[in-house]
């Protein structure tokens, strides 16, 4: 089970850090991710990190302003952003799923999601 937190209202400009706790089971071999979801749009990619060594991969549109990570004794994962744009506004949602041979910017790499938190960016 995967619980998010952190989401809200900023200005352009502005700063969120969204949080993810997993529970109730091991986080090794497995890729941790974060995806976003506009009105009338289709579930995009942000940002993965790989639980075993963090090794990174974002998102044209957030990299440089957006950053993953991950704290193994909490067994939570963060993503950090920075310099947020109203482009940016849309529902977050949290993701896992062990390694395989699904490119980690597909939704089908992830069997596990979490509820989704709303971030809103105004001008």
């Known amino acids: 089970q995967l619980e998010e937190s952190g989401g809200g209202k900023v200005q352009s400009g502005g700063s969120l850090r969204l949080s993810c706790a997993a529970s109730g089971r091991t986080l090794r071999f497995q890729t941790m991710a974060w995806f976003r979801q506009a009105p009338e749009k289709e579930r995009e990619f942000v940002a993965a990190?790989?639980?075993?060594?963090?090794?990174?991969i974002y998102a044209d549109s957030v990299k440089g302003r957006f950053t993953i990570s991950r704290d193994l004794p909490r067994n939570t994962w963060y993503l950090h952003m920075v310099n947020l744009e109203p482009e940016d506004t849309a529902v977050y949602y949290c993701a896992s799923g062990l390694k395989s041979t699904i490119p980690v910017r597909s939704t089908r790499a992830y069997s596990n999601w979490g509820q989704g938190t709303q971030v809103t960016v105004s001008s």
């Open positions: 990190i790989w639980w075993d060594d963090g090794t990174t």
